[in-house]
């Protein structure tokens, strides 16, 4: 008999993919013709750094501040043990604010956290933001991630980002 655990965990399983493919399709993460088994342990530190954080997310949330440091750290820790794989040598904040971010989303969509506070930042998402010019995979530092999310609060108005993002989301995926 499959137990409710099993079933979690082939979720949990799933979403991290969906999460890694999103990161690493178009995040210019690694260099051309790096193999899988090169890249798994970047998964594996990836996924574990993002079931570590996750709790904090629980009823209550975090602050703008702490979710800031969350993807900072995520940024720092996976270049520190990885850099040998990764392209330029380091793991860009906004590859780990989309892994963050995404994760997020996904918990929140299930139910099982309260709204995040920021959104997964992608090219989509970015088209919506006038005043926004650098591509999600360039950004570089958490300054330059906490002038996207103003920018983008600025275009979200009263809406919470995360409402604002999967509105924007699922509006573009359903039949015109």
């Not at 993919?17 to 178009?26: D, E, I, K, P, Y």
């Amino acid at each position: 008999m499959t137990t409710g655990d099993e079933r979690e965990d082939f979720i949990e399983a799933e979403l991290f993919q969906l999460t890694v493919g999103a990161v690493t399709q178009r995040g210019s993460v690694y260099p051309p013709g790096l193999s899988e088994k090169a890249r798994r342990p970047v998964h594996e530190t990836l996924r574990q750094l993002l079931i570590d954080v996750s709790p904090q997310y629980e009823p209550g949330g975090v602050s703008d501040e702490r979710h800031m440091e969350n993807i900072a750290q995520i940024a720092q820790t996976i270049t520190l043990r990885h850099a040998a794989v990764l392209r330029g040598g380091r793991f860009r904040i906004g590859s780990a604010q989309k892994a963050l971010n995404l994760h997020l989303k996904y918990r929140w969509c299930l139910r099982q956290i309260p709204m995040p506070p920021h959104c997964p930042f992608d090219a989509y998402v970015l088209r919506a933001i006038p005043a926004w010019l650098t591509p999600w995979t360039r950004i570089e530092s958490i300054r330059q991630y906490a002038d996207l999310v103003a920018a983008a609060r600025a275009v979200a108005g009263q809406q919470a980002l995360a409402e604002w993002e999967l509105s924007l989301y699922n509006a573009a995926r359903r039949p015109r």
